[in-house]
């Protein structure tokens, strides 16, 4: 495991080049697809640039096997989707007017031929269904077979672009002190760490868990009006997307006033299994086997029916992808493959404990973006 500091930030073209639509093309026609519907969301900011509005107006890139790809947009978004970095593409941007069916248009302008069409993974139920009605003779499969692939492993601008991201929600962790105290809420912490995630380097605030004592124990808790007390452990986990598009995600366990022992017990045991995973990190072992590091010594430890979930799930353009690290998974990693290592002990009504990392595989390791101390940080 290796760490190293990155300034440099590279140009939105940089980070969305052309080629992705080739090779997205390419893969496509090798799974039998005859053309990709590609709504907006990951995918579509993923092949262009262009961070597009979710509107109940259609936007879609079309990405034929063969033949030039266009992107439909409403006519009232033309000028955003001109400026995005799709504008400096090449791809056609074909903008439809409100008495037009867009569905219609797309149907039109792709060959008769076209029996599979890939959609995008999120692309919303009414557009998935009206894309049936227009293509009717065009069986439906998911985009994402096909994209994911090519997602999971991320280019060095990628990488650079995360670790900009894991510096940004650092900063967040380091100022915990300043706002996590008892006497207050959970809400108005939250509220505190919100801000901070926006002022430090974020474009989105995407999640912030602040959970206190017993809600410690419930990974996905929501903030609420409790009262933070002295001796409480607290989990807090938080993460953003910057203006790059590209997502943060770190978790600290923080105790305000002093630990009980038994706590420090749990934590270490934590921090130990966490640990391992993170230097296990390499090409070639696989997801469940990365998984098992951290669970068998968890397990070992007692703990082992209190880890109620995966160990991590992949990061990049979306806070959750591909690779997810969990058992039953025989994927192998693979240099550019970015994911969190967060393995959790909670014990029911109690407390509990989670400390994460985003990771990166290198061609000979692993690289852990997340810097901030992961042992228990003690505030007063």
Not at 160 to 172: C, H, K, T
Not at 211 to 233: K, N
Not at 237 to 262: L, Q
Not at 275 to 291: F, N
Request: glycine share 10%.
């Amino acid at each position: 495991m290796h760490h190293r500091t990155d300034t440099t930030t590279g140009s939105d073209q940089d980070l969305y080049p052309a080629d992705r639509l080739g090779h997205a093309r390419t893969a496509a026609a090798k799974a039998g697809l005859d053309a990709l519907l590609i709504s907006p969301g990951a995918d579509l900011r993923y092949l262009t640039g262009y961070d597009a509005m979710q509107l109940e107006r259609l936007t879609c890139l079309v990405l034929p096997a063969e033949g030039r790809p266009f992107l439909l947009v409403p006519a009232l978004e033309e000028p955003a989707a001109q400026a995005s970095p799709a504008g400096a593409l090449g791809v056609e941007i074909l903008a439809w007017q409100e008495t037009e069916d867009p569905y219609g248009v797309v149907a039109s302008r792709l060959p008769a031929s076209a029996t599979r069409v890939g959609v995008d993974n999120h692309m919303w139920a009414e557009k998935t269904l009206a894309f049936r009605a227009a293509l009717p003779r065009a069986e439906q499969g998911l985009a994402g077979t096909v994209l994911s692939v090519l997602r999971t492993r991320k280019t060095p601008r990628e990488v650079s672009a995360l670790r900009r991201a894991g510096a940004a929600i650092d900063r967040v962790h380091a100022r915990m002190g300043e706002w996590l105290r008892a006497g207050r809420t959970e809400r108005e912490v939250g509220r505190d760490i919100a801000t901070a995630i926006a002022a430090e380097g974020h474009a989105r605030v995407d999640f912030v868990i602040v959970g206190s004592g017993p809600h410690s124990a419930s990974p996905h808790h929501e903030l609420s009006d409790r009262v933070i007390q002295h001796g409480d452990p607290v989990v807090v986990d938080i993460g953003g997307t910057t203006a790059e598009g590209y997502c943060s995600d770190s978790t600290r366990v923080y105790v305000v006033g002093e630990p009980t022992e038994e706590f420090r017990r749990l934590h270490d045991v934590l921090l130990r299994a966490q640990r391992a995973q993170t230097e296990a990190v390499r090409p070639g072992i696989t997801a469940e086997q990365l998984d098992a590091v951290g669970r068998d010594l968890i397990t070992q430890a007692g703990f082992g029916a209190y880890f109620i979930h995966r160990t991590g799930h992949g990061i990049g353009l979306e806070s959750h992808e591909e690779p997810y690290i969990v058992a039953g998974s025989r994927q192998p990693l693979a240099p550019g493959m970015a994911f969190s290592i967060e393995p959790g002990i909670y014990l029911p009504d109690r407390y509990g404990a989670r400390i994460e990392d985003i990771v990166v595989c290198t061609e000979d390791g692993g690289e852990r973006l997340n810097t901030t101390d992961r042992e228990l940080t003690v505030l007063s």
